[in-house]
């Protein structure tokens, strides 16, 4: 299946804790960390949900 990387751009702290274990469960733990995951609906409404926080990159 393909895939998705996604980066932590900006710091969890002061955000809202959905928002937190948000991250978590994408698993971005720190800043600057790039993960790879899955490219599906569940995976993209993660994104959605803290676009503001990290960016996808190629």
């Known amino acids: 299946m393909a895939t ?5 751009i900006k710091s969890r702290i ?3 804790v959905d928002q937190k ?4 469960a ?3 733990h720190k800043i600057s960390q790039v993960v790879e ?3 599906n609906p569940s995976m993209r ?4 949900k803290v676009h503001h926080l990290v960016t ?3």
Do not use: N, S, W, Y
């Open 4 to 8: 998705i990387k996604i980066k932590q």
């Open 14 to 16: 002061g955000a809202p």
């Open 21 to 24: 274990k948000t991250l978590l």
């Open 26 to 28: 994408l698993g971005l």
């Open 37 to 39: 995951v899955e490219d």
């Open 45 to 48: 409404g993660m994104i959605r």
């Open 56 to 58: 996808v990159v190629d």
